[in-house]
């Protein structure tokens, strides 16, 4: 793989943009000085397999709640119900998710590692951070793969019209309020879920913003804040966080959708995608599909494979196994009690040591595509990357 040196952001420049998570605690730069070159055949390959991806999930979901797998996916029980009714009524819309992929560079193939459907992270970084990048280093802006401001705002508009053509979106639309709400202390979410809101006040819905502990939630009249009751509720918190940690909220919640009252985004049913068990379901359904690693729920036999938790974050927990089963290299975390997937091993492209993780964001196709830079398993401290389209190169 290629890699471009630029000019690095300023911090004063990151922070005029709003993004002020710039620095590691370790007081490390985040956002690394160089962008990764990419083919526009590349490009074009990443975006195929993420829109098959998504229909391959949509169709692992259906099979899930068809022959009730809940368990086995390791979903708490409080949320299966959430989870079928927003499956059932398409106004329980998919807005956005990120597909984690190894290869895509220099003839290697693409494979899927995970999807983060409900709560995905380097939505700020991969939609306004790497734009800024080539335009601070006076560099073509048009030359990325990285739409997706303008892919959320269009399917903010599929909110209402629930379709893929969104031109009766101003005949449909009649002042509905969207309230955008992240966990107080996190400035990193709540500049995520800012962008979002303007985005969907750019498809021109009314919104709000409130720190999840000021939001009102009633059972039969729905989603308020001061005063104002809210036909749509955002919220950066994952859903098996408010399973187990705020079994009130997810009881509330769930009464709430089928009082018809608000709708919660994103839907429950993205905590299936978001599970790494699903890429078992996704194995069985589709063997050998040259996207998917062989992926199981006990030890694969002698193959080198990674064992992660199936709802885990930033490589909590994570460990590489040898074909005996040995283990090699592990991270720590929390998340020690919860179920396992084994999954293939696959290299990520590398550079020398470094590994390069592609993330490509979905909503309704995929629509923008970036960089995780960091060692084998990649945890909080890995780095984010821009990326360049580099001209002349379509092979």
Known sequence: MKLRAIKPLTKDYMESIGFSWHTDPDAKDYVSSELVEVKQSECEAYYAAANELYDMFVEAAQHVIDNNLFYELGIPFNLIEPIKMSWENEVHWHL?????????????????????????????????????????????????????????????????????????????????????????????????????????????FETNFAF???????????????????????????????????????????????????????????????SKGIMKILWDLYPNH???????????????????????????????????????????GEYEDGKFLYQEFCEFNKNGDECYQAGVFFAWEACGLSFRKGGTILDNYSKFVGHIIKKGLFG
């Not at 006990?298 to 990674?306: H, I, M, N, R, S």
């Open 96 to 204: 956005y998710g990120r597909f984690d992929l190894a290869g895509g560079l220099d003839g290697a193939p693409i494979k899927l590692i995970e999807f983060n459907a409900d709560t995905p992270t380097c939505l700020f970084e991969t939609a306004v951070l790497q734009w800024a990048m080539l335009k601070f280093n006076a560099l073509d802006e048009d030359l990325q793969f990285n739409n997706v401001y303008e892919a959320l705002a269009e399917n903010f508009k599929r909110l209402v019209t629930l379709d893929e053509e969104t031109e009766s979106f101003n005949e449909s639309y009649e002042g509905w309020k969207i309230l955008f709400s992240s966990i107080a202390g996190s400035k990193e979410d709540e500049q995520t879920v800012r962008l979002l809101e303007s985005a969907a006040r750019d498809a021109g």
């Open 212 to 274: 999840a502990d000021e939001v009102e939630f009633n059972d039969e009249k729905g989603v308020f804040f001061g005063g104002e009751n809210y036909e749509y509720w955002f919220k950066l918190i994952p859903w098996e966080s408010i399973g187990v940690e705020e079994s009130e909220l997810a009881m509330i919640l769930t009464n709430i959708m089928k009082n018809q009252s608000a709708i919660i985004l994103n839907p429950a049913y993205t905590l299936l995608f978001q």
């Open 290 to 332: 040259p996207l998917l690693l062989e992926s199981s729920f006990t030890p694969l036999e002698g193959k080198k494979q990674v064992r992660k938790p199936f709802l885990a974050r930033e490589g909590a927990n994570v460990s590489i196994l040898d074909a005996d089963g040995r283990e090699i290299q592990s991270n720590g």
